[in-house]
């Protein structure tokens, strides 16, 4: 009964897909044209803010928000001037002509530089724990000039990119007036953006190489032009439609764009793929190869969207809307491919020029398979278990240089502050007390003093800073009365002003809200495990050196980044399993069959398995980027594991013995299987020639990963399915006698 309803749905979704084709293909033509005009005016989210980078519900998300809220926040430009010595006249004219001018830009909202100094007491500064490592090396030959930033929110009509143009205008007029002086340009403020715009740029330049790449082999493969931009253009439409959704919804990709164009067109692309081959069995009609690849379609779109609805349980805002907005373009890529195969398939026919060397491909792995099934599928098994042994292998690094080349600008400009000056990333401590007293007392600036002391130095931190600097500034002891206290701070805000800008004590002591603020800065290395008990011990230490009356929180970059990678590798790791769990699930409904689906795990599990122990072989570092690669890797594999054991239980059900049906399988599915693995393979290789490390190793080894799930389908499942299946007929035979 159950047979018969679903595959009289079928029939009636492949009829009503069939005679309503044209419409589809005008309504979603339209939607996709309105899409890349979108693209264009208004254009993608161009939101570089902490939430839209790292939102999230998290505890430690608020903090932060809170931090930035009471104090500068985090959103800095640094300017670095270097020469031979950053305290000779010309070199402190050059810094003073650029914070002349950046600091007329509506997007700056202050500056701090050692040449708004009067001259007659700049050396003696330079020495200071205020200013050294600060504004000045250690050294005189680095200068930097500290930029607070305002929130893009509050200059809208000043776009990040054009602030970010502006500030390199100026440095490089500046840097023609003043030969001699080399000047660098980075920060948070500017690497968010530059980071972004690296990615997007690689992504149009590799889109393109991958687009054209897919093309020849595909036209190759499919013996037309014309029919090989069927599955190419539906790619486009549905990657269109989803970034005009994202457009329509102020939702910003971010970072997650390049992930979200080039899976939602592959995916769509594969099962295109697999309609224009399975076309030439239905002699042309577009209808009934609509009624054969209706439900394996399906159950690829339906097992791939399982798997990133398990994504969705990210505390994390952008992984939460790249999920929904995977789900939306596979979906109507889906839609799409289903309708467009009507229209093209049914005008063109394949005259493929490759189908001689794949068919030669198909019949060896078959021969292979019928002769060793229980050898090969003891080699898979053991190279699975080799590569799930290499997990201890893999190199944990949550370093955010490392996502660059060694040679990029970004990456030696980072590099250079962080070896000259202080690290940009920080540990913040804020304190304050819950019953409104105040938090600016003798007793807790002792204990700032200790804290302070007991960690400057201390593993990756360099240095803490907090007004205890300031109020012990030229060897002066810390205020013993809350009176002297009071008019030393008087005194501060008026004498430091013309050194590091208006009221700089503001950025360590909130009057208003009652709070202030210790900042460790410290280097990147530790593990994201290692920066989380730094600062919860910290925090413990602060709290015995206060006492009670007083609260304790920490925050800053450095911390919440750390939890950030933590918690993404955690709910990736749930993610998977989840997933697992999903597309085998998925399989079992799509394939009515327990067995079947148990035998169909095989190869995307070792498409995986081949994934950690490629990463740990090649030494591709393990972050919260290339940590995707593990279910991305089982996504992609599944796709035709589904399509060949369809194809295969469609045979049986006819009447073939399991010899015969794995034969027929081989040599028609297997060449929609061959195809799409070489166009994915093709597409994601160009993408190891990108700038940004964790694209690259995403390209070369998902490019690797699907000839390895080619294998697996085209060696190990037949192999699987000669073992399991065979002793079952075998089992049946005399059954049958009797």
């Not at 044209?22 to 993608?44: F, K």
């Not at 810094?95 to 050692?114: F, N």
């Not at 970072?255 to 164009?261: F, G, S």
């Amino acid at each position: 009964m159950l047979k018969h309803l679903m595959g009289s749905l079928d029939l009636e979704v492949a009829g009503t897909i069939a005679r309503w084709h044209r419409p589809i293909l005008l309504l979603g033509g339209a939607l996709a044209v309105a899409s890349l005009i979108a693209l264009r005016n208004p254009g993608l989210s161009d939101d570089y803010s902490l939430r839209s980078l790292a939102g999230s519900s998290t505890e430690q998300f608020s903090t932060l928000e809170n931090f930035i809220d009471e104090f500068a926040g985090v959103e800095l430009a640094i300017i670095v001037v270097r020469s031979d010595d950053v305290m000779n006249s010309e070199s402190q004219e050059c810094l003073s002509q650029i914070v002349e001018q950046v600091t007329e830009l509506p997007a700056v909202d202050g500056a701090a530089s050692i040449s708004q100094a009067p001259s007659w007491i700049r050396q003696f500064l330079v020495g200071s724990s205020v200013v050294e490592g600060l504004l000045v090396s250690k050294d005189q030959k680095a200068a930097s000039i500290i930029l607070q930033m305002r929130d893009d929110g509050a200059v809208p009509d000043t776009p990040r990119g054009q602030t970010v143009a502006e500030l390199k205008r100026i440095i490089a007029e500046v840097c023609n007036t003043h030969t001699g002086h080399e000047v660098a340009l980075t920060g948070p403020y500017i690497v968010s953006y530059e980071m972004t715009h690296l990615v997007w740029d690689d992504l149009v330049t590799f889109g393109m190489l991958g687009a054209a790449a897919a093309l020849v082999v595909l036209g190759l493969s499919l013996g037309s032009v014309k029919l090989a931009s069927y599955p190419l253009l539906v790619g486009v439409a549905s990657v269109a439609l989803a970034l005009g959704a994202s457009v329509l919804f102020g939702v910003n990709t971010a970072i997650n764009l390049p992930m979200l164009v080039l899976l939602t067109a592959v995916l769509t692309i594969a099962n295109s793929v697999h309609l224009a081959v399975g076309h030439d069995e239905t002699r042309g009609d577009a209808e009934a190869t609509l009624r054969r690849l209706l439900r394996p379609c399906v159950g690829v779109v339906a097992t791939t969207i399982v798997g990133f609805v398990a994504i969705g349980i990210s505390p994390l805002e952008p992984v939460r809307s790249f999920a929904v907005l995977m789900t939306l373009g596979l979906s109507l890529g889906l839609l799409l491919s289903l309708a467009g195969a009507c229209i093209t398939l049914s005008r063109h026919t394949t005259r493929p020029l490759l189908s001689r060397p794949i068919s030669h491909l198909l019949r060896c792995t078959l021969v292979a398979a019928r002769a060793n099934p229980l050898l090969i599928s003891a080699v898979f098994a053991a190279l699975g278990v080799a590569g799930v042994a290499l997990t201890s292998q893999l190199e944990f690094n949550l370093r955010f240089l490392d996502n660059f080349r060694p040679d990029d600008e970004i990456r030696t400009n980072y590099e250079f502050v962080q070896r000259t000056l202080t690290p940009m990333q920080s540990i913040e401590v804020l304190i304050d007390r819950p019953d409104g007293s105040p938090v600016l007392t003798p007793e807790s600036l002792a204990a700032l003093a200790t804290l302070s002391k007991e960690y400057a130095g201390q593993g990756p931190i360099t240095r803490g800073v907090s007004v205890v600097d300031f109020l012990t500034f030229g060897g002066i002891k810390l205020p013993e009365s809350q009176s002297a206290l009071n008019r030393r701070m008087a005194l501060l805000k008026g004498s430091t002003a013309a050194v590091l800008g208006e009221n700089p004590l503001a950025g360590f002591v909130n009057e208003q809200t009652g709070t202030m603020r210790v900042s460790f800065f410290a280097h990147e290395g530790p593990s994201a495990s290692d920066k989380i008990a730094l600062g919860d011990e910290i925090k413990r230490r602060a709290e015995q050196l206060l006492g009670d009356g007083y609260r304790v929180r920490i925050t800053g970059l450095y911390y919440f980044y750390a939890h950030v990678a933590r918690d993404l590798l955690r709910d990736q790791a749930v993610s998977l399993v989840l997933s697992i769990l999903g597309v085998f699930v998925t399989m079992a409904a799509v394939l009515r069959s327990w067995r079947m689906a148990v035998l169909g795990m095989a190869p995307p599990l070792f498409a995986g398995a081949s994934c950690v122990g490629l990463m740990a072989v090649l030494h591709v570092p393990f972050n919260t980027v290339t940590s995707m690669m593990l279910a991305i890797a089982l996504g992609i594999a599944v796709d035709d594991t589904i399509h060949y054991l369809w194809r295969y239980r469609v045979c049986r059900q006819r009447g073939f013995g399991v010899q015969r049906a794995i034969e027929v399988t081989q040599l028609s599915v297997g060449r929609a299987c061959t195809l799409t693995s070489v166009v994915i393979a093709a597409g994601f290789a160009v993408m190891g020639f990108s700038r940004f490390l964790p694209i690259a190793y995403f390209g070369c080894v998902i490019s690797v990963v699907m000839v390895i799930a080619l294998a697996a389908n085209l060696l190990l499942l037949p192999a699987l399915l000669l073992v399991v299946d065979g002793l079952l007929a075998k089992r049946r035979a005399p059954a049958m006698e009797l």
